[in-house]
């Protein structure tokens, strides 16, 4: 903080990150993350711009619709189904479900014929309907 004061002083304007490092001798990402931890928290709730008749706070801006509340819930959910199927029916309900693979590429890795797969993957989508409600 004391050589950027003096180079602001000197100079009239703020030095880089990599200026400051080199002049004290660090690396910059110490220097980064020393300026990240004497920065004071900003609330989420801080507007950001204000056009007096509406206004967009922080959290408008950092807003992540891909991990809502509904799909960690659901995510759980689904966690906690997969934990109650037996081995094969979990192995295929993952790789049809999750991995996008054919009864036939299933069939192929683990072992087992494409009817084999089709029996059990039927049986594993009761058994969840029957863990859901």
Known sequence: MQYKEKYIKDNGKEPTIEQIAKEIGVE??????????????????EPVYNDG???I?????VKDSKNTDELWAEKMTITQIMKKLNKKEKEIVEKRFFDGRTQMEVAEEIGISQAQVSRLEKSAISHIKKLYK
């Open 53 to 55: 008749a509406e206004s």
């Open 28 to 45: 910059k990402e110490e220097i980064a993350f020393s300026f990240d931890a004497i920065q004071d928290p900003v609330s989420l709730q």
């Open 57 to 61: 706070y922080i959290m408008d801006q």
